[in-house]
């Protein structure tokens, strides 16, 4: 996959949203990494503020690539901060989505959670 570097033009974001409660998921760890073939590259690790979302994009600029990209999002560390009792093992612990960016746009990659389902989409 060819990949591109541009000053300008995409932005990477994301939000979080406890079905469960109908709330943001404040305080949930989030990490980034860039994937290339086999190899993962760990970029940033961020957590949700207030309203589920990060207080910056999570790449934007010249940090902005096209590639393929993994989200990994702390829901059992969240939902276990919450008050909510888990099985051991949890049946979502981590959830790891992993999405290409092949256009220079801005891609919005939110998480819905619960404890037992979550869903994705591209966002806008």
Not at 52 to 58: E, F, T, V
Not at 63 to 85: K, W
């Amino acid at each position: 996959m060819a990949e591109t570097s541009k000053a300008d033009g995409g932005r990477l974001t994301t939000h979080v949203l406890d079905t469960a409660t109908g709330r943001p998921a404040k305080g949930l760890s989030i990490a980034l990494f860039r994937v290339s073939g086999e190899a993962r590259t760990h970029l940033k690790t961020v957590t949700t503020n207030d309203d589920g979302r990060c207080d910056a994009p999570l790449l934007a600029g010249a940090d902005f690539r096209t590639g393929e990209y993994e989200l990994v999002f702390a829901a059992g560390d969240y939902l276990r901060g919450q008050g909510i009792s888990l099985p051991q093992p949890a049946f979502l612990d981590v959830v790891p989505i992993r999405f290409g960016m092949a256009e220079e746009r801005h891609y919005h990659v939110p998480l819905l959670i619960s404890p037992y389902g979550y869903s994705t989409y591209r966002g806008s």
